[in-house]
């Protein structure tokens, strides 16, 4: 078998990859803002991001524990261009362009949230509005800023096993009621002219 030269060493196996990626670790588990305060303080710059909750919050998903905060645990990993922009315009108010919203309406079906087809599956305004209100109750967030966040986030969730990510997780540790509930809202509604 061939040895593979310093070249041909992908990102992630890199010393300074790794230290990136465990400098984002390190911020990531620190201690979770409470989305009020998050908002205000997240900033513009590329990045990877936390969202953490308790327990009581979808039980049946295990997530690891916040070292600072035992009480809250990871749910969804994700990168950002602009954390600021992907937080609050994506994630915090849209569900056509954020996953995690999308999921956690799948997986929040019993509370009654409606879709409606635009170009996709969307949930109606009243119900982004209570899916936000709901995200505040309920969420923590954590961030660390860096510059090639995409290798930072793939080496994390490979590591980390976050229950509401489905992409980038080895296959045995996709949670399937997740993939059901993606399912589930994806099938919600269809176009009109079907």
Not at 98 to 114: K, M, W
């Amino acid at each position: 078998m061939a040895s593979m030269t310093s070249s041909e060493t992908p990102l992630a196996d890199t010393a300074p990859a790794r230290a990136r990626a465990e400098e984002a670790l390190r911020l990531l588990t620190g201690t979770p803002y409470a989305l009020d305060v998050a908002v205000k303080r997240i900033g513009r710059g590329s990045g990877v991001y936390a969202w953490w909750a308790a327990p009581s919050v979808f039980p049946d998903l295990p997530g690891t524990p916040n070292p600072e905060v035992p009480s809250l645990r990871m749910l969804y990993l994700g990168r950002a261009t602009s954390l600021r922009g992907r937080v609050l315009r994506n994630h915090l108010r849209r569900s056509g362009s954020s996953t995690l919203r999308r999921t956690l309406a799948g997986l929040l079906v019993s509370e009654g949230y409606r879709t409606t087809w635009t170009d996709r599956v969307v949930l109606v305004p009243a119900d982004e509005d209570r899916l936000t209100a709901w995200m505040f109750a309920n969420l923590r967030l954590t961030w660390a800023q860096d510059a090639e966040p995409a290798s930072v986030e793939a080496t994390l969730v490979r590591r980390l096993h976050p229950p509401l990510n489905v992409s980038g997780v080895d296959p045995e540790h996709v949670r399937p009621a997740v993939v059901a509930a993606k399912e589930a809202y994806n099938a919600s509604a269809v176009p009109a002219d079907i």
